[in-house]
């Protein structure tokens, strides 16, 4: 158990570096965004860009509530399995955004980095 939870915090650490990298740089993350799921998950990429620029002077507790809002009404919960054919799976941010579904891991990663962006 401790082996596969330190693979998955290697596999996250990676993904937070990866993502940190790419965020950087919207109009990049638009084209990919666009040319792997579409225009619904453009639209909401660009939804979702728009609460974190919202949000930025807000307090503390209303960041929390735009961003908890955002993902619990853009984003429906589905098991690993019926989204990405897997038994577990924790998905990025715009691979969240992109399928505009995901499980609680991927619901708890994507705010996660909302908040810290």
């Not at 209303?62 to 924790?90: H, I, M, P, S, T």
Request: glycine share 6%; aromatic share 12%; net charge neutral.
């Amino acid at each position: 158990m401790r082996a596969r939870f330190r693979c998955l915090a290697v596999l996250v650490a990676l993904g937070v570096a990866a993502f940190a990298a790419l965020a950087h740089d919207s109009e990049r993350l638009q084209r990919l965004i666009t040319q792997r799921y579409g225009s619904e998950a453009t639209a909401r990429y660009h939804d979702w860009r728009e609460v974190i620029r919202q949000a930025g002077s807000a307090a503390e507790a209303d960041k929390l509530r735009r961003v908890n809002e955002f993902f619990n009404r853009r984003v429906r919960f589905v098991e690993d399995a019926q989204v990405w054919g897997r038994a577990d799976y924790w998905a990025s941010p715009l691979e969240l955004l992109g399928q505009g579904a995901g499980d609680c891991e991927d619901f708890a990663i994507a705010k996660y980095f909302s908040l810290i962006e």
